[in-house]
């Protein structure tokens, strides 16, 4: 019937380790076969080839216990997330269905010696193909540092057959345009890779994701967002954020996000050797900052809504702006969604309330203290300057230094907070907004007189802004709340943020989802409590979440 289940051996490595190798076969899954027209559920196309993968249902070898099995908790976050990324306009996998299971399995959630039952189940994920870097990895040979070699080292025959494949399969135009030159085939469809990748990470950071996981194992070979674990959408932003507590030394950082992609595409080229000559490979990979810096301040330009002109500054302006939110804390989504209704003109009505809108984005007292509370006992923290101090070799070797600097640095600033009272810290925020918003104010007056018609472009700018920035992003309590509730066997609330997220840059989703009225973000004081907007600043116990 043009359908069968297949197994995929991946390796992978995490930067930026010394070279490793991680055998994990992956979950079977059921694949359509070639020739099929039927698409993918909800945006079928003809002609167009799905592979359906079933994930976590079986035994692999190297996570878990080794039980394979995935549950609930992570399945309602990668289901909804996954629609999420692709109604915001980021390449992604999609979710056909979350399907729950009576049975259950022992989890130790956050590693701490308290393990638990949790339900199980199944996310039915839909992409073209779900190979991935990590795919081509399994011929890597024997590494100099860890022993370690890929499970079918020395096999190049299979190299080439799965690179003809995924050519074929997946890149065809490319396959046409270099028949009987392998070389140069190969090299463009590096070439795509890479482009595809640099745009798909482009577009993780216009919207605040942060993946959390980025070895090569989760990077999509045609370059989709993939494998949703301990994911996160930035609150306040920070771009040292780290959604993945599970990632101590602070490898897959939301600003580090796009070097981590580069790398990996370098990782994918030394696997594709030798049928990806190095120096092609590398001429290739010196493409991606450029591709990547492009799409960047593309989609920057569109959500600070310059739509007539573009000019060299414009980089400048975003690196102001994101260090103006990262000096006042403030919330990323709901920053650049404010921003189409900034007032403009010489005297412009409005801007000190439009100021005091922005100011109320920023990061509250209690925020800050809660984002720099200390991590380490004290008495931890000395023990472990002293060992810095009197055997520097050792402590090296711990790998704690990046960790030490960051709780000093916390207790530092926590020392600041202590001594600043909230008129004072409202005042700060005051000041940097407003130099901000002149330059920004001076930037759109400039964009608005190369238009002519200033009605005209008014009406694009607030059209393009809105359909650039959203309002509602899947944040960390909106999942939570909705994990709750289904643990206790109610799924109206998934699908209440499923709607809601099906629609994220609609200012009215909220209504047409059926969402009751919200209380103010201040009166939810827990999980328990009454729901806040989904388009809010979360409340504060929001920051006790924990995702690894």
């Known amino acids: 019937n043009g359908r069968g289940l297949a197994s995929v051996c991946v390796t992978g490595r995490a930067w930026p380790s010394l070279p490793s190798v991680l055998a994990q076969p992956r979950a079977a899954g059921r694949a359509r076969r070639r020739g099929q027209t039927e698409g993918s559920v909800g945006a079928a196309r003809a002609g167009f080839r799905d592979a359906f993968r079933v994930s976590d249902t079986g035994p692999a070898c190297a996570f878990r216990q080794a039980d394979g099995r995935k549950v609930l908790r992570s399945s309602i976050r990668e289901f909804l997330c996954s629609e999420a990324m692709f109604h915001l306009g980021v390449p992604t996998t999609r979710a056909g269905a979350c399907v729950t299971s009576q049975s259950t399995v022992v989890r130790d959630v956050f590693y701490d010696g308290n393990p638990r039952p949790e339900p199980?189940?199944?996310?039915?994920?839909?992409?073209?193909?779900?190979?991935?870097?990590?795919s081509f990895e399994i011929f890597k040979p024997t590494d100099e540092h860890t022993g370690r070699a890929g499970p079918s080292v020395g096999r190049n025959d299979i190299r080439v057959q799965m690179l003809d494949y995924v050519i074929s399969s997946f890149y065809p135009e490319i396959q046409a345009a270099h028949v009987g030159d392998s070389v140069g085939r190969n090299a463009a469809f590096f070439r795509e890779v890479t482009r595809r990748t640099a745009r798909m990470v482009a577009g993780w950071q216009c919207v605040g994701f942060c993946h959390g996981v980025l070895n090569t194992d989760n990077m999509s070979i045609v370059g989709l967002t993939i494998d949703y674990g301990p994911f996160g959408f930035l609150d306040r932003y920070d771009p040292e954020h780290v959604c993945n507590a599970s990632d101590s030394f602070g490898r897959y950082t939301y600003s580090r996000q796009p070097e981590v992609c580069?790398?990996?595409?370098?990782?994918?080229?030394?696997?594709?050797?030798?049928?990806?000559?190095?120096?092609l490979a590398g001429a290739v990979l010196a493409e991606y900052d450029a591709e990547f810096r492009s799409h960047y301040l593309h989609r920057m330009r569109r959500k600070l809504g310059l739509v007539r002109t573009e000019r060299e500054g414009d980089a400048t302006l975003v690196a102001r702006l994101l260090e103006t939110m990262r000096l006042t804390g403030a919330d990323f989504t709901n920053t650049f969604s404010l921003l189409s209704s900034c007032p403009l003109g010489p005297e412009p009505l409005g801007l000190d309330e439009f100021l005091t809108a922005l100011t109320a984005q920023c990061a509250s007292l209690e925020e800050l203290r809660l984002a720099f509370r200390p991590q380490m006992d004290p008495r931890q923290l000395s023990m472990m300057l002293m060992l810095a101090q009197s055997n520097p070799q050792l402590f090296a070797l711990i790998g704690s230094q990046a960790n030490v600097t960051k709780e000093l640095e916390c207790v530092e600033q926590r020392s600041r907070l202590e001594q600043l009272s909230a008129e004072e810290l409202l005042s700060r925020n005051q000041d940097h907004w407003a130099g901000w918003l002149q330059e920004y104010r001076a930037r759109l007056q400039e964009?608005?007189?190369?238009?002519?018609?200033?009605?005209?472009?008014?009406?694009?700018?607030?059209?393009?802004?809105?359909?650039?920035?959203?309002k509602y992003v899947l944040r960390n309590y909106i999942a939570q709340n909705a994990i709750e509730a289904a643990e206790k066997g109610d799924f109206s609330e998934v699908r209440r943020v499923l709607k809601l997220l099906e629609a994220p840059y609609s200012r009215e989703?909220?209504?047409?989802?059926?969402?009751?009225?919200?209380?103010?973000?201040?009166?939810?004081s827990g999980a328990a409590g009454r729901r806040p907007s989904y388009s809010s600043k979360p409340p504060l116990w929001a920051a006790e979440l924990c995702v690894t």
């Open 262 to 279: 580069r790398w990996n595409l370098q990782k994918l080229a030394e696997a594709l050797e030798p049928e990806l000559p190095a120096e």
């Open 120 to 134: 199980c189940a199944v996310v039915l994920r839909i992409a073209p193909t779900f190979l991935r870097f990590g």
């Open 447 to 470: 964009d608005r007189e190369a238009a002519g018609d200033a009605a005209a472009w008014e009406a694009e700018r607030v059209c393009v802004m809105h359909a650039s920035n959203p």
């Open 509 to 524: 989703a909220e209504a047409a989802a059926g969402v009751p009225e919200a209380a103010a973000p201040e009166a939810a």
